[in-house]
């Protein structure tokens, strides 16, 4: 909340310079279903943190954490300056008709531009946070079980529900060979003989979401898992082999439980064939050369990037999570959240008196008028022009 | 029926009262949050599992900026030269590769930019597109990476709609009608001396400039001698004359400006020369808030003065209208400057002076509301035009520290883990 100062030139080295960071005023901030209690409370902090009155709609996908959001939350804040509202997309529809000050979505890349629509007609900022299919390079050089161990937790996770898990992984039919297995042997250490017994898997959120899902399990060749159950919305950690990049496990966000391998022949077509895609929300590399994992990094653009690892970086308040292009614009988290919902705001305060001093650079002008005018205004300006 | 409008009422309502402004009042918002999870642990762990049967329960980090791609800068008429190559600058140190649209208002200038500048550039990344409003229509129809236009809110509305199709982040440099509280503690003269020479440079047109003064009307009386002597001082005694003033900068604009002569009465000033496309500086008292004068941003040497009584009914009137782009607030007291900042908001703020804030690179220069968003000048273009990537880079081995986070999960795992992340000293649980 402090001002931050700002340095001065010499004509405003008697004021007083400084950026305020202010509230916008009313903020819409709208949230999914995947982690409903997280993306829609790390966004309020921020808000609220800034000093703004807020408005949340919560996704009514996610039934349950409505309702709590809905009648228990307002409770514990000053409702005078905390709503919730509820509805479907005709009613959020309806919503964004109104006027807010600031904008916070999360949701898919369709949604978004209906969002950043309607904030158009108000002028309203936002900050849209999206998806994408979130490549996953794996380099021949690295040890099979280690890489299997980290994509497939981040893949199984919330089962494959996470805007920045791997979506797929680009590797060489050699390293294929010796993925799989490690992978198959992976899921069975984490979820045991029968996973749809597991603890430890989570379901798909809706009938919608789980039959969208098991059609794209006729895509390739089921290599691991493949098993569905509707009553149970269970899908199995399933992994395709043999994709083409024209199917539709390839051509949309895939969002559960099922990863598909496509083959490159070298680092190089693994970064031809991302960069002929929209900008990811993430994107991984794993391989023992950092060369390569620097390779990957230098040459591709995403909202984020992990070598070696999934998205444990969503947990450090240090580095901003956004995406790019397609996968969104502006960011979040810790001090990044803050900074978003407030407007830095440029105030220099100076003396009322002194107006000798300003006399310079009234006219008329004469040469050395000029002269010492550009001098004082030193490398620190822009001329007025 | 609108189910919102209610609620959305009461909530803007609060915020104009201040409610939130103050630390104490947020601190005890994010406490209350702080308790609804402390408190409500198993019924928030009942809706997840109910929901999506969620179970409970180590690197080099760093920020990289990298360009967009494809950059858009929208250039204006009335600062053709500088608001066209301080966005360039930014675009093209973040390593962008940019399309340049001048204003085809500024005919001259975009001659020259069209013609002589490709040539100091390399032309595989750099080109400039010319045309009207049809042609700038189809072109935002073309997929950019990023948009950075400077111009009214009106066309700012239709960039940001045509940037909405593609997803593209855009900077709105836009306008309004900037106040300028003239306090009865203050001297006149130097008043008068500060808030010409803001408002008639370049004839008026630019976006900074202060647009309408707000005084009482015993400082009216004392103002508007003072205003005519800087006048004199500054541009003589026949102003047309003078090679410090500047010209209108086409006929469909002096027109306008010659009709805003005829609201209020004419204090100082008012003449009009339509060969020359001048509009002498004038003053103009009585105007009504519904006049024209007061409905649209002036943009012309014209300083309508409208009277309140009170600092309090100042900030009031202030407040009734659009964010503008600027803000200038002249008092002796510098309570009473702190109180107009305070309590009011703007793009930018300066407090006895004005627009010397945009002339300082180490600050960010942009609007709020409608006179705009995002933000530009110095280090703040070079991270406009760049998008801040978050890089994680770990060793690939180490494998048995990372068991911990796999499942299966036994409640003691479960509480190590969260040790270690809570002595990361961050952690957003991954709900």
Known sequence: MKDEPGSTNLFTKLDSVFIRKEPFGLVLIIAPWNYPVNLTLVPLVGALAAGNCVVLKPSEISQGTEKVLAEVLPQYLDQSCFAVVLGGPQETGQLLEHRFDYIFFTGSPRVGKIVMTAAAK???????????????????????????????????????????????????????????????????????????????????????????????????????????????????????????ETEPVMQEEIFGPILPIVNVRSVDEAIEFINRREKPLALYAFSNSSQVVNQMLERTSSGSFAGNDGFLYVSLLSVPLGGVGHSGMGRYHGKFTFDTFSHHRTCLLAPSGLEKLKEIRYPPYTDWNQQLLRWGMGSNSCTLL
């Open 122 to 244: 108000h002028l309203t900022p936002v900050t849209l946070e999206l998806g994408g299919k979130n490549p996953c390079y794996v380099d021949d050089n690295c040890d099979p079980q280690t890489v299997a161990n980290r994509v497939a937790w981040f893949r199984y996770f919330n089962a494959g529900q996470t805007c920045v898990a791997p979506d797929y992984v680009l590797c060489s039919p050699e390293m294929q060979e010796r993925l799989l297995p490690a992978l198959q042997s992976t899921i069975t250490r984490f979820y045991g003989d029968d996973p749809q017994s597991s603890p430890n898997l989570g379901r798909i959120i809706n009938q919608k979401q789980f039959q969208r899902l098991r059609a794209l399990l006729g895509c390739g060749h089921v290599a691991i898992g493949g098993q569905s159950d509707e009553s149970d919305r269970y899908i199995a950690p399933t992994v395709l082999v043999d994709v083409q």
